[in-house]
């Protein structure tokens, strides 16, 4: 019996992570410092964001150069988890 791998995903790999928030606040830079503070390559990070139709929420796009399954999984639980995040996908 052949083992299934854990992820699809061949690392390292450019990888985009998008966050969803209010606008009111400096959500880009929240996002940017979590990723950042977990992503082995920091140096190698792309970020591009884009307001909703009212300028209300802000979608937070950062591309980072993954080097693991356990390096995302803990950029996405710590966005997750932050309380300034709706949505992390």
Same mark, same amino acid.
């Given at each position: 019996?052949?083992?299934?791998?854990?992820? /699809?995903?061949? +690392?390292?790999?450019? +990888?985009? !992570?998008?966050?969803?928030?209010?606008?009111? !606040?400096? +959500?880009?830079? /929240?996002?940017?410092? !979590?990723?950042?503070?977990?992503?082995?390559?920091?140096?190698? !990070?792309?970020?591009?964001?884009?307001?909703?139709?009212?300028? *209300?929420?802000? %979608?937070?796009?950062?591309?980072?150069? %993954?080097?693991?399954?356990?390096?995302?999984?803990? =950029?996405?639980?710590? /966005? *997750? *988890?932050?309380? /300034?995040?709706?949505?992390? =996908?």
């Amino acid at each position: 019996m052949t083992e299934q791998p854990e992820t /699809l995903l061949e +690392f390292p790999c450019q +990888f985009p !992570i998008k966050a969803m928030g209010k606008a009111d !606040i400096e +959500f880009d830079l /929240l996002v940017l410092e !979590i990723v950042q503070k977990h992503a082995h390559v920091p140096e190698k !990070i792309v970020m591009n964001t884009r307001s909703s139709k009212n300028g *209300s929420y802000l %979608a937070v796009t950062v591309i980072i150069e %993954a080097q693991s399954k356990l390096e995302l999984d803990t =950029i996405y639980q710590q /966005l *997750s *988890s932050h309380p /300034l995040v709706l949505m992390a =996908i």
